[in-house]
Structure formats: C-alpha cells, structure tokens
C-alpha cells in the first residue's frame, strides 16, 4: 500500500514553454502533498506544500506563479512549470501524507526529471 | 548555516566494514528525526526514524543526541547493495508539522 505515481518520470521542453507534473496517490487518500526539487548533488528542496481544496503554500524563494499548484482532490495533485527556463532543469519529487497512516508519514513518488532546452 | 548538515563524502568501504554517518541540526525545537536512503536519479525511501533511546535494524542503528543536536547511523558488514545516498531528515518544528528538511546526503559506496 501507499504507492505514490508521478506522470511523466521524464520530460524534455524547450525554454519558454510550461510543464504539468502530475503527483498521484494510488492507493489511499492524500491530505497534504508535497513538491520537493533536487538539483545534482544537493539536496531536496521542499518548494510548496498543498492541502486539497485550498491554495498552496510556498516555501521562501519560490514564485507562486511560476511554479503552479492545483490539488483539486485527495488522489492527485500538479505541479505547472510556467515559461520554463534552463535553470529549471531539475529532479521534481511529489510526495503525499494520508489518512490513515503513520503520522507525518510522506510517501515518495517516483520523481520527475526535467530538462529545458 | 544550514538547517540539516552532513558530510557529502564519499565514504568508500570495503565490503564487511563499519561505517557511521553523522548528521546535526540548528533548530533544538525539531520534533522527529529519520534516515532515508536514495538511491542514484530514484526517489529517498525511509530507512529508519531515529529515537532518542537509539533503536537497531538489523545491521543498521540509530542514535539521537538532543543535547547536541547530532543524529548518526551506523551500518555494520557492508553489503554492495548498501552503496547509496544517506539523507538525514528533520521533521519541522512546531506549527509547521510535516515539513521534511533534507540534509544534502553522504555518499557510501560499498567495493568488493
């Protein structure tokens, strides 16, 4: 159980276009998700933590317009990369905390690995 | 400073060995405390939360140091299969429960 998918694992875009990341909770309802980002040999970043139905919140730094998110139910949240640019190429990681399980437990998607052009 | 810091390595072992990680953290009011392992271009999978009273798995244990906000992770007899990233995680402070912070990792790689 707890299974975490993310759509797509990997994607290439050139500069000035957007990207939706999707993050899925496949087997319980998910609460709150998280939006993480990891860029080689650093570590992950939390970027924005969502609760379904409500507006996310994003950590310090990071553009609320740029980095899109809709958690519309408790199995699936997005993450919209707007007018995307290199430095945007980057590992995207979801992760979900449900109902259910253990508290504060996240459950990690796979990771989406974008590169911009 | 750096909310979560580890030395990034990489710690190269022969297998059989012992090897310990060790982690600190800046904010004294953090709640939990976990190592995860990620392994090359995956997502970090949790190994261990980490208590006080320190707690074993298997070849793996854990100890947390409150008074010198320190976290280590030991693991004895090597296995080729250990080699990874080690993350030291936080779990965020009062009012903001939930929030993972990620230390950047140590690499260990494990050699025959």
């Known amino acids: 159980g707890a299974v975490v998918s993310q759509h797509p694992s990997w994607v290439i875009c050139k500069s000035g276009t957007s990207v939706k990341i999707e993050c899925r909770s496949l087997?319980?309802?998910?609460?709150?998700m998280f939006w993480y980002r990891q860029f080689p040999k650093q570590s992950l970043m939390l970027m924005a933590t969502s609760n379904e139905g409500s507006k996310a919140t994003y950590e310090q730094g990071v553009e609320k317009d740029k980095f899109l998110i809709n958690h519309a139910s408790l199995t699936l949240s997005t993450l919209t990369v707007t007018s995307a640019h290199p430095e945007d190429s980057s590992f995207y990681i979801c992760s979900a905390e449900g109902r259910g399980g253990r508290p504060y437990e996240q459950y990690f998607g796979p990771g989406t690995r974008l590169t911009v052009t | 400073r750096k909310e979560v810091e580890q030395d990034p390595g990489p710690f190269n072992v022969p297998e059989g060995a012992t090897v310990a990680f060790n982690c600190t953290y800046s904010?004294?009011?953090?709640?939990?405390f976990f190592w995860y392992r990620q392994d090359c271009r995956k997502e970090p999978k949790l190994l261990m939360s980490v208590y006080s009273s320190g707690n074993e798995d298997g070849r793996f244990t854990a100890q947390l140091n409150r008074a010198s906000q320190y976290i280590s992770l030991l693991i004895r007899d090597s296995k080729l299969s250990d080699s990874a990233t080690y993350l030291c995680v936080v779990m965020g402070v009062p009012g903001n429960t939930g929030k993972l912070i990620f230390g950047q990792g140590t690499t260990l790689q494990v050699k025959p």
């Open positions: 904010n004294s009011a953090s709640q939990s």
């Open positions: 087997d319980f309802q998910a609460t709150t």
